[in-house]
């Protein structure tokens, strides 16, 4: 399974921002497809999380009815929709495959909110 990150950018506080990772391989082995990212000089943070072949989604408290995360099953890509961005938002966002004993990373792409 391969995972890679895009639509990253420069936005103003306030804006709006949607970032895709586009799934290929063995999808079948995928549980879910989670949302991180490390701001500078910060720990790596959950943003989402959305099952492979459900619905549920999980969100972190910070990005919370801010951010939404959602599948397109005939892609194969998952994207994460961001709203009403703050400066503090400012991070590189990572995708996340989660197999049953493994985690697969894709690329991270920067996002930069700037106030």
């Known amino acids: 399974v391969q995972l890679q990150a895009s639509g990253g950018g420069l936005v103003q506080a306030g804006g709006s921002l949607t970032l895709s990772c586009a799934v290929s391989?063995?999808?079948?082995?995928?549980?879910?497809v989670a949302w991180f990212r490390r701001a500078p000089g910060k720990d790596r943070e959950f943003v989402s999380n959305i099952q492979w072949s459900g619905d549920s989604t999980l969100y972190g408290d910070s990005v919370k009815g801010r951010f939404t995360t959602s599948r397109d099953s005939a892609k194969n890509t998952v994207y994460l929709q961001m709203n009403n961005l703050k400066p503090e938002d400012t991070a590189v966002y990572y995708c996340a495959g989660g197999l049953l004993n493994n985690i697969l990373w894709g690329q991270g792409t920067q996002v930069t909110v700037s106030s």
């Open positions: 391989g063995r999808t079948s082995l995928l549980y879910g």
